[in-house]
């Protein structure tokens, strides 16, 4: 159990004591062969930080063993310095919702504000308690400096075994030896580790993950966290958990390798020398933040974890977010060509609209006849009044209560992108919006507060149609429009100058025929 130094000890006598994974591993051989009737049982290694030699064992005798039907029922080889982050409370680094740290903030506030759950938690919440956990995680580190902890076994067996080791006990003769107060380094089973060397290790190892974390978010570009960057995020939000709780290999992507298990003879001393603190494997391009193509089709991945997170809204954001990729990297490289950039900058916006077709239906499904079973966006309901004069439509473009959603944050983020290129941003706001309104027939109309009106009876909400959406004056129009939205975005993109172009001007014909 973990104690203060006896008397007369210094700060340099504290020592942690650990079990040897090699001889654990021996142990519970020697269990299964003798003990279990050759049957494995139930056998948990917990390994403590990145130290392959070093781990705890939990070991669950078969039903039908022997040892079993005798009143052994569990074992447990237990290391007391699990109390330096008092894990009898809760560990560090493992808030439920931590692994939301991977996210975008602007994506996360649009997905919680889309799933109401803004009223239980808030972003800040999260970043509040991986500081905390940072900071609880230090003090707990050097106040440990003047303890010693030791390692113990505990066993649950029945009231007839337990008598029965009584009885086997008593028969053996009393031996002159006592148990001292400090285990010998040549104990069995234990390595000795000075405390201090002990905690600077588990600092060293926090603070080389949480520094590759933090990177990786303030190095990401203006317009976000990417996907690959939140893959990376969500792996090492994974290992730090996994650290701080003793049991990594629910996550070994970055420390070992499952196909080379001949590798893990390494111990404290060689690991420090060879790897330094917290040492990563080779799969990470860390110029880019990605994870290597080699090893990025193996792992779990951000988006498949979170993908059902807030009623399935998150796969609309997740695809939408994938083509704003695609194109914004085909536009860092042809930003110098006119004609390629300006076809990129419509299938971007492109992108965008879809994204605010799907926060319409979403958010606003209300004024559907049909919401369940919506093929097309004629069953709208229609309202008008005198007050479609009060605005002018383009103030539907920036009604406050969309502000957060998907769609503002989509187009706040191609606006970043355009800037990033050196692109004349103001040009691209009045092409954006002139492609929003070619593209709507039918659109919210806000009142003159600058919120969506309503009628008084059934509360739903007023919505017009656009008279020359191609003009920079576009005027709201009485008599519904036939819909007519662009053919869907392509999955992939050639930089051919001549297809661009042909694309181009298959999207005019079709605007021309509407």
């Given at each position: 159990m973990?104690?203060?130094l006896?008397?007369?000890h210094?700060?340099?006598d504290?020592?942690v004591?650990v079990?040897?994974t090699c001889?654990?591993?021996k142990?519970y051989?020697?269990?299964?062969d003798?003990?279990?009737g050759?049957?494995n ?7 403590h930080?990145?130290l392959?030699d070093?781990?705890?064992?939990t070991?669950?005798p ?17 290391g007391?310095?699990?109390e330096?982050?008092?894990?009898a ?5 493992h808030?439920?919702d931590?692994l939301e740290?991977a996210i975008d903030k ?5 997905n919680?504000r ?23 995680a ?6 440990s ?7 113990r076994?505990?066993?649950?067996i029945t ?7 009584k009885?086997?006990a008593a028969?053996r ?7 001292g107060?400090?285990v ?10 000075p405390?201090?060397t002990?905690?600077?290790?588990i600092c060293?190892?926090i ?9 990786g978010?303030l ?10 960057r939140?893959?990376v995020?969500?792996i090492?939000l994974l290992?730090l958990?996994?650290?701080s709780?003793?049991?990594?290999p629910s996550?070994?992507l ?5 196909d080379?298990a ?6 404290m001393e060689?690991?420090?020398k060879?790897c330094?603190?917290g040492w ?5 391009q860390w ?5 290597k193509?080699e ?7 951000f988006?498949?974890t ?9 796969s ?6 994938d083509?704003?990729e695609?194109y ?10 006119a004609?390629?950039?300006t076809?990129?900058l ?10 605010f ?5 979403k ?5 559907l006849l049909?919401?369940?079973d ?11 009044e ?16 969309f ?6 944050v ?8 355009v800037q ?5 941003s ?13 593209n709507h027939?039918?659109v919210?109309?806000?009142s003159t ?10 509360k739903s909400?007023?919505?017009?149609s ?6 920079d ?10 819909p007519?939205?662009?053919p ?10 001549e297809?661009?172009i042909?694309?181009?001007?298959s999207?005019?014909d079709?605007?021309?025929s509407r």
């Amino acid at each position: 159990m973990p104690g203060l130094l006896l008397d007369g000890h210094t700060k340099e006598d504290a020592y942690v004591y650990v079990y040897r994974t090699c001889d654990l591993e021996k142990v519970y051989r020697r269990y299964r062969d003798l003990l279990f009737g050759g049957h494995n049982g139930q056998v948990r290694y917990y390994t403590h930080g990145f130290l392959r030699d070093v781990c705890e064992m939990t070991l669950v005798p078969p039903h039908r063993s022997k040892a079993f039907n005798s009143g052994l029922y569990f074992l447990q080889w237990y290391g007391s310095h699990k109390e330096i982050l008092d894990a009898a409370k809760n560990y560090a680094f493992h808030h439920p919702d931590l692994l939301e740290l991977a996210i975008d903030k602007d994506l996360w506030e649009a997905n919680a504000r889309s799933a109401k759950v803004t009223h239980a938690r808030a972003y800040k919440d999260l970043v509040r308690s991986y500081l905390e956990s940072k900071g609880r995680a230090l003090t707990a580190m050097e106040s440990s400096l003047d303890m010693s902890f030791g390692v113990r076994f505990e066993s649950r067996i029945t009231w007839a075994l337990a008598l029965e080791v009584k009885r086997q006990a008593a028969m053996r003769p009393v031996g002159g030896a006592t148990v001292g107060g400090v285990v010998p380094s040549s104990s069995s089973y234990v390595w000795t580790l000075p405390t201090k060397t002990f905690v600077d290790f588990i600092c060293g190892n926090i603070n080389k993950i949480t520094t590759a974390i933090e990177l990786g978010i303030l190095s990401s570009p203006a317009s976000g966290l990417t996907k690959d960057r939140s893959n990376v995020l969500y792996i090492l939000l994974l290992s730090l958990r996994a650290f701080s709780n003793a049991h990594l290999p629910s996550q070994p992507l970055l420390w070992r390798d499952e196909d080379k298990a001949d590798r893990m003879g390494m111990g404290m001393e060689r690991t420090v020398k060879e790897c330094g603190y917290g040492w990563f494997l080779d799969h990470i391009q860390w110029d880019s933040f990605w994870l290597k193509d080699e090893i990025a089709s193996k792992v779990p991945t951000f988006g498949a974890t979170y993908i059902r997170m807030y009623h399935n809204s998150r796969s609309n954001i997740h695809c939408s977010t994938d083509a704003l990729e695609m194109y914004s990297s085909l536009l860092r490289t042809v930003s110098m060509d006119a004609v390629k950039a300006t076809i990129l900058l419509g299938l971007i916006s492109h992108v965008c609209f879809r994204q605010f077709r799907h926060d319409v239906r979403k958010t606003l499904k209300k004024d559907l006849l049909n919401p369940d079973d919506v093929k097309d966006d004629n069953s709208l309901k229609f309202s008008w009044e005198d007050d479609k004069y009060a605005t002018n439509p383009s103030y539907t473009f920036n009604r406050k209560n969309f502000d957060k959603l998907p769609f503002r944050v989509m187009y706040k983020r191609s606006k970043k992108l355009v800037q990033e290129c050196s692109l004349d941003s103001r040009s691209y706001e009045v092409y954006f919006k002139r492609l929003f309104f070619e593209n709507h027939f039918v659109v919210p109309a806000p009142s003159t507060s600058g919120t969506l009106g309503s009628v008084a009876k059934d509360k739903s909400r007023r919505w017009f149609s656009i008279i020359n959406p191609n003009t920079d004056d576009p005027v709201w129009g009485a008599d519904d429009f036939v819909p007519g939205y662009p053919p869907p975005c392509p999955d992939q993109l050639d930089l051919d100058r001549e297809a661009l172009i042909a694309l181009e001007r298959s999207r005019a014909d079709d605007r021309a025929s509407r």
